[in-house]
């Protein structure tokens, strides 16, 4: 049973993706914050395994949240909820520890799907919000340091484009032919090289640069 805590300021929405996810006997929602510090409250009084978070709220917002959960909780996967697809909140909320975002209309299935491949340990990347949000966070920044691509083995590009399409590394050796020891040291190898810590700003970087896509190919 994965855990699931909710976070957003709009009953409507918290009620509605309470239901959706009571529908799917994997998942268990158990609390509801209506700010960012009750969710920070709530997590380790429920111990969820997943924090849906809204960015926008009151008293406290979920990139602040999110950075706090994730220093305090580092287990715990925060799935942020975004209502338009350019919101420039977003990366801070990545930079921040986020695993991954998703529209709030996103439908049922795909919403069971991204909570229970985070829960997973994936990086879930809505390709609704991906292009417009690349697209504005490259809008005015230098060109890509070529150096940074090159520095890239074509094995661990390999690595990297997968793990920006979600995959695990379990995933990543299967369809590889490698054993997951050798992957987890090409991921550590490709953090280094891209500066990053964690598999989200690995592949927000890898999607932004062209380094990989969002298909499934």
Not at 10 to 37: F, H, K, N, W
């Amino acid at each position: 049973m994965i855990r699931v805590l909710i976070c957003d300021d709009q009953t409507i929405v918290s009620e509605g993706l309470r239901v959706i996810l009571s529908t799917d006997a994997e998942l268990e929602v158990v609390g509801i914050a209506s700010d960012g510090a009750e969710a920070l409250d709530l997590v380790p009084q429920v111990k969820p395994e997943v924090v849906l978070m809204d960015l926008k709220m009151p008293v406290m917002n979920g990139i602040q949240a999110t950075r706090l959960i994730k220093e305090q909780y580092p287990a715990v996967r925060v799935l942020v909820l975004t209502t338009y697809d350019a919101d420039e909140w977003v990366f801070d909320a990545i930079r921040g520890g986020a695993a991954g975002y998703l529209l709030k209309d996103t439908p049922r299935d795909e919403l069971i799907a991204a909570v229970k491949g985070t829960a997973a340990g994936q990086t879930h990347v809505d390709p609704n919000v991906a292009g417009k949000l690349f697209a504005q966070i490259s809008h005015g920044a230098s060109p890509l340091d070529t150096s940074l691509a090159e520095s890239l083995t074509e094995r661990e590009r390999e690595v990297l484009r997968l793990l920006a399409q979600g995959l695990n590394n379990t995933d990543i050796a299967k369809r590889l032919y490698l054993s997951e020891g050798t992957v987890r040291n090409y991921v550590s190898s490709i953090f280094a090289k891209l500066g990053v810590s964690d598999r989200t700003q690995a592949a927000v970087i890898a999607l932004r640069y062209g380094l990989a896509d969002l298909g499934g190919n």
